[in-house]
C-alpha cells in the first residue's frame, strides 16, 4: 500500500503563486510516476501534471504549461507542483497521483486551490 500526504492548498488572487507538495510513503519502491490531478465542481477530475520518477521526464496538461512546474526529491519520496500566473479557472480540488509499476493509481485526500480575480 501508498499513502500520500497533501499540503500547501489555499487562497490566492489571480495572478499569484502557490507551491503543492505532497509525500509519500508505504510501497513507493515500485513507483513509475507521481503527479497532479484536479477537479473543479461540476466537471470531471483532469489530469494536471506528472514526473517519471526514474528520469524525472515531465508531461502537462496544455492548460497549465508554461505556468506550472511539477518536480520530484526522491530521497524524500516527495513530489511538489509550483503554480504561478493562476487563473480562477485553475481553482479546484488537486490530488496527489502515484501510478506504480503495474500501472495500481493511488490518490491523496486533495488540497482546496481557490484563485480569486
Known amino acids: 500500500q501508498v499513502q500520500l500526504v497533501e499540503s500547501g492548498g489555499g487562497l490566492v488572487q489571480a495572478g499569484g503563486s502557490l507551491r503543492l507538495s505532497c509525500a509519500a510513503s508505504?510501497?513507493?519502491?515500485?513507483?513509475?510516476?507521481m503527479g497532479w490531478f484536479r477537479q473543479a465542481p461540476g466537471k470531471e477530475r483532469e489530469f494536471v501534471a506528472r514526473?517519471?520518477?526514474?528520469?524525472?521526464?515531465?508531461n502537462y496538461a496544455d492548460s497549465v504549461k508554461g505556468r506550472f512546474t511539477v518536480s520530484r526529491d526522491i530521497a524524500k519520496n516527495k513530489v511538489d507542483l509550483q503554480m504561478n500566473s493562476l487563473k480562477t479557472e485553475d481553482t479546484a480540488v488537486y490530488y496527489c497521483?502515484?501510478?506504480?509499476?503495474?500501472?495500481?493509481?493511488?490518490w491523496g485526500q486533495g488540497t482546496q486551490v481557490t484563485v480569486s480575480s
Open positions: 497521483n502515484l501510478q506504480d509499476n503495474s500501472g495500481q493509481h493511488y
Open positions: 508505504g510501497r513507493t519502491t515500485s513507483s513509475y510516476a
Open positions: 514526473i517519471i520518477w526514474s528520469g524525472g521526464l515531465t
